[in-house]
């Protein structure tokens, strides 16, 4: 059974910090997303990456994926309060998508 | 823009009630999928379709049916429901064409709550 682990679960930061985002998943799989949920809305598409060593920035955000060791990361570079969301890495498993439990993000000023 | 519209945002069913959580999206997508959302498990997958009259069971199918009658709309049938089906269910499509890289595109959500 895969399964797809997020750490930290809950992360409070202060504006113009950096920290990373981690999701571990426990089988094979060449293709890893990003997602981001704001409170009382649905999950918007981040990142999609499709290969082992892909990396993809937008903005403050920047997402890498290792398949060997079946990692992906998402950097935070000196966050705003505008990140403050929840944010979801998903492992696509034969065209279903297995989801990490999440990691809240607070960007305190 | 893709667009995925789940009929309600909120319900409130009690315990035993037969329950339709509706989806339509409108990009010709011929992969649909029923989550549920709960604090600390994320999401976990319910059901999914890849074709009209298709249907595959996901983690948690118990207690829940879909019917997939055409390619735009994917329902989502709580045949009873109980206390502990208390949740936000999300639906979602994607496709596999035209380079789209499988990127799943959620509706709104809606929020349950059985009494």
């Known amino acids: 059974e895969l399964k797809v682990e997020q750490n930290p679960l809950f992360l409070s930061m202060q504006e113009g910090k950096n920290y990373t985002i981690y999701c571990n998943y426990s089988t094979t799989s060449d293709r890893l997303y990003w997602y981001r949920q704001d409170p009382g809305k649905s999950l918007e598409s981040l990142f999609v990456?499709?290969?082992?060593?892909a990396v993809k920035q937008e903005g403050r955000l920047m997402a890498s994926l290792d398949t060997k060791a079946r990692l992906s990361t998402l950097h935070i570079t000196a966050a705003v309060h505008d990140l403050s969301a929840t944010y979801f890495c998903a492992v696509d498993l034969t065209s279903k998508l297995i989801f990490g439990t999440g990691t809240l993000l607070a960007v305190q000023p | 823009d893709v667009k995925v519209t789940q009929s309600s945002r909120y319900l409130v069913k009690r315990t035993g009630e037969k329950v339709f959580l509706e989806c339509v999206q409108d990009m010709d997508h011929e992969n649909m999928f029923w989550y549920r959302q709960d604090p600390g498990l994320g999401l976990r997958l319910i059901y999914f379709s890849y074709d009209v009259k298709m249907k595959e069971k996901g983690d948690i199918p118990e207690g829940y049916s879909v019917s997939r009658e055409k390619k735009e709309r994917f329902s989502l049938i709580l045949e009873s429901a109980s206390t502990n089906q208390t949740s936000m269910y999300l639906c979602?499509?994607?496709?596999?064409?035209?380079?789209?890289?499988?990127?799943?595109?959620f509706g709104a959500g809606t929020r349950l709550s059985v009494l």
């Open positions: 990456l499709l290969s082992n060593g």
């Open positions: 979602a499509s994607s496709t596999l064409h035209h380079g789209a890289k499988n990127i799943q595109y």
